[in-house]
């Protein structure tokens, strides 16, 4: 709009929607102790594997707090370009040699993406530049907390249901995560807000405030 320097006659804001598949209610917020080495609290990053998400940030932060004992692990979700992934193997394999606590596990089919949120506790997200975040508003429909980047626009879809860091910063990443685990009434505090949220989205809704908004344009022209 700044670069037109001209406002539109017409104007809109139409989001994305989700799959109902994805909604369920936020689980009860355990808290860390109550997670053990042998059943870890679960932390989930779905995104593809492109050098602005920042999933090595993500990997470094969680290797950090499983350093201080936290009984924690990471798991990577998301196809990408191959030097990004590269990247994202190497750190992986620096950080965790023996494949105990992080995982990527490459692409995974759209129809099963929603079980994998599920089995989560925290989801992550690292991005500094995004349009609106499809796997974030998941996240949300699925009820679970989220840790994420302070990057636009992902506040203006999260708002006051996440804590939030500089993705380019691993020790902010950390920082994050671990308040979340050391409060599980913020988790669950925090999930139920994003939970409300995107009940707002829905494709139904998409689509009619779509076409509601192209008959606007042709009825304009006329």
């Known amino acids: 709009m700044k670069e037109i320097r001209k406002k539109p006659a017409l104007l809109t804001i139409i989001p994305h929607g989700l799959e109902e598949r994805f909604f369920q209610k936020p689980k009860m917020a355990r808290p860390i102790t109550d997670f053990t080495f042998d059943h870890p609290f679960k932390i989930l990053y779905v995104s593809t594997v492109f050098y602005y998400k920042h999933p090595w940030n993500v990997a470094q932060a969680i290797a950090e707090l499983r350093s201080k004992g936290y009984p924690i692990t990471g798991e990577f979700i998301g196809d990408g370009i191959p030097g990004a992934q590269a990247r994202l193997n190497r750190t992986l394999n620096k950080l965790d040699s023996k494949n105990q606590f992080l995982f990527y596990r490459g692409g995974l089919q759209f129809e099963a993406i929603h079980q994998a949120f599920q089995s989560a506790d925290l989801f992550v997200f690292a991005s500094s530049c995004e349009t609106i975040a499809s796997t974030v508003l998941e996240a949300m429909a699925s009820g679970l907390p989220i840790a994420s980047s302070d990057r636009g626009p992902l506040p203006e879809v999260l ?30 505090d925090l999930a139920y807000k994003g939970f409300e949220q995107a009940s707002s989205y829905s494709w139904k809704k998409c689509a009619d405030e779509t076409f509601s908004f192209l008959a606007r344009v042709i009825n304009s022209t006329f």
Not at 171 to 183: F, R, V, W, Y
């Open 159 to 188: 708002g006051q249901a996440a804590v939030y860091f500089d993705p380019e910063k691993p020790g902010q990443i950390a920082t994050a995560i671990e308040k979340l685990m050391m409060q599980p009434a913020l988790r669950q």
